[in-house]
């Protein structure tokens, strides 16, 4: 499986992004989907997962404004952001589990200014 993610880019505090996350393989052994980012100096921080029964779940610092979503006929994960904070500049990076092994997208570059 490879993951090809985009949709980042350069958007004033309180603006929106949606990033993408396209598998280039079956996806059907694809337990779950989650975005992680990593800040300039930080850690890799998880932002949110979805199930493959498409139950969601976030990190406490974007619930209410990130939503995770996924179109299974075109093997895409996605990632609404909105309300978006400075502090949420980062590089975004998508994974996919599997019984195997996880698999991680190349990461997106998402800046926010204030």
């Known amino acids: 499986v490879q993951l090809q993610a985009s949709g980042g880019g350069l958007v004033q505090a309180g603006g929106s992004l949606r990033l993408s996350c396209a598998a280039s393989a079956n996806t059907f052994r694809i337990n779950t989907g989650a975005w992680y980012r990593q800040a300039p100096g930080k850690r890799r921080e998880w932002v949110a997962v979805?199930?493959?029964?498409?139950?969601?779940d976030y990190g406490d610092s974007v619930k209410g404004r990130f939503t995770l979503s996924r179109d299974k006929a075109r093997k895409t994960l996605y990632l609404q952001m909105n309300n978006l904070k400075p502090e949420d500049t980062a590089v975004y990076y998508c994974?996919?589990?599997?019984?195997?092994?996880?698999?991680w997208g190349q990461g997106t570059q998402v800046t926010v200014s204030s």
């Open positions: 979805i199930s493959s029964g498409g139950s969601t």
């Open positions: 994974k996919a589990t599997t019984p195997y092994r996880d698999y």
